[in-house]
């Protein structure tokens, strides 16, 4: 009888945290892909074989990543407006806590500002698909009425925060106060002065801190 005489090799551990990290890797390209679909072909017309083809990997992985189109383009919405997929929320992030913590109301203002125009940046494409698509899919109706809505409650917590820093205009409520900003800082004006007029985002920014500083904030002193 032979012996093998060769060490036994220890069974290589399983490395989770490799796994989750090639995860996430691959749900970045899918997501990229699909971005990029959307905004060729629009929404309805891309399909979920059509963006697995082209992040190279299988139909059964996009859905198992995302479970439904309408899931996809939730979650790129979602990593849209972040600007990544880490799990912090919008308000903890660091922008917002420089709003709050910025020592008057025109810095407040300008901080937003500029966070808002780095979001439109990277929203407008995005946006226009969800807006296009609207009127014919349902999912994508509830994501246009759901992105209004979150931008409304994230003007009213804006509003809210100047209110309780004693900043906002005598005889200005806070309901006056978040119509103004939701309105002003609509993606559609950003893409209206930027896409179609061809301001550049830092003068769009800076007029948009000046509008409100000028409607909103008491006067210095």
């Known amino acids: 009888m032979e012996w093998n005489m060769d060490p036994v090799k220890p069974r290589r551990r399983y490395d989770a945290t490799q796994r989750r990290a090639q995860s996430r890797a691959a749900r970045r390209i899918v997501l990229a892909t699909a971005g ?14 059509d963006i697995a083809a082209g992040a190279g990997v299988s139909v059964e992985t996009v859905y198992g990543y995302f479970g439904t189109k309408a899931g996809l383009l939730k979650e790129l919405l979602d990593v849209t407006v972040a600007g990544d997929d880490a799990p912090v929320s919008v308000p903890d992030r660091a922008p917002i806590q420089a709003v709050r913590a910025a020592p008057d109301g025109r810095a407040k203002l300008a901080h937003y500002a500029a ?3 780095t979001v439109q940046a990277r929203l407008v494409p995005l946006f226009l698909v969800i807006r296009g698509a609207a009127g014919a899919d349902q999912d994508a109706a509830g994501l246009w009425a ?76």
């Open 36 to 49: 990029q679909l959307f905004g060729e072909r629009g929404y309805q017309r891309t399909s979920m074989k």
């Open 146 to 221: 759901g992105l209004g809505a979150q931008r409304l409650a994230g003007m009213t917590m804006l509003a809210e925060h100047l209110a309780e820093s004693g900043v906002l205009a005598s005889g200005r409520s806070v309901e006056e106060a978040r119509d103004e900003l939701w309105a002003l800082g609509a993606v559609e004006v950003y893409e209206l002065l930027v896409g179609q007029r061809g301001w550049s985002p830092e003068r769009y920014r800076d007029w948009l801190v000046d509008v409100w500083a000028g409607r909103l904030l008491a006067a210095p002193g």
């Open 115 to 117: 966070f808002l125009a």
